[in-house]
């Protein structure tokens, strides 16, 4: 079976430019989590999406955005892109908005 | 104050060796408690769920002390592979609420 698939797996983009990053879940997983990871630290808490609907959400400027679709796969859109944005983007997805996640091998973004 | 607190290490280990890890977190009603392993340049992966009774998975155990808000975990006979960033998390208090809060990380390097 497909685990938690991430796309693209790395990106290079200006600042100021606007990014997408795309996750679909597991197979019958309808929550997706979003988490940042800046190198030398532990992944810090973005969104939480359960049955399209926003459940958490963490201490994140408004640059961030995300949602999930019918297919219950996500996006996360980072707007005005600073070179502090420069992480690996890690999606999860767990069954029923618990605490079982499973984490995609994330999407390294770099801005220059 | 750091919602979990981790020494980042690195712990340089022999093969064979027994090593143990710490961390703290500050908010006391913290409802769940995870390690995860996290391997260079890789996803995190969850390695046991951590309880107030303590738990074993062969070589490795974890423990809780709530009234300390402490957490640990124990590995024993040390190995190459086991050779990654061991990541304590914790989660939130909250319905709704599933975020994980990540530490920083301690690094575990084991020799030959």
């Known amino acids: 079976d497909a685990g938690v698939t991430q796309s693209p797996t790395h990106l290079i983009k200006t600042r100021g430019q606007h990014v997408t990053l795309r996750c679909s879940p597991i197979s019958g997983h309808k929550s997706v989590s979003w988490y940042q990871q800046v190198l030398g630290q532990g992944p810090q808490f973005i969104f939480q999406y359960y049955e399209k609907e926003e459940r958490g959400r963490g201490n994140f400027p408004d640059r961030f955005s995300a949602r999930q679709f019918p297919n219950y796969s996500s996006e996360l859109n980072v707007n005005a892109l600073l070179l502090g944005d420069s992480a690996l983007y890690l999606c999860?997805?767990?069954?029923?908005?618990?605490?079982?996640?499973?984490f995609g091998s994330g999407t390294r973004l770099t801005v220059v | 104050r750091k919602e979990v607190e981790q020494d980042p290490g690195p712990f340089n280990v022999p093969e064979g060796a027994t090593v143990a890890f710490n961390c703290t977190y500050s908010n006391s009603a913290s409802q769940s408690f995870f390690w995860y392993r996290q391997d260079c340049r890789k996803e995190p992966k969850l390695l046991m769920s951590?309880?107030?009774s303590g738990n074993e998975d062969g070589r490795f155990t974890a423990q809780l002390n709530r009234a300390s808000q402490y957490i640990s975990l124990l590995i024993r006979d040390s190995k190459l592979s086991d050779s990654a960033t061991y990541l304590c998390?914790?989660?939130?208090?909250?319905?709704?609420?599933?975020?994980?809060?990540f530490g920083s990380g301690t690094r575990l390097q084991v020799q030959p």
């Open positions: 998390v914790v989660t939130p208090v909250g319905a709704g609420r599933r975020a994980l809060t």
């Open positions: 999860a997805s767990s069954l029923e908005g618990g605490y079982g996640y499973t």
């Open positions: 951590v309880y107030s």
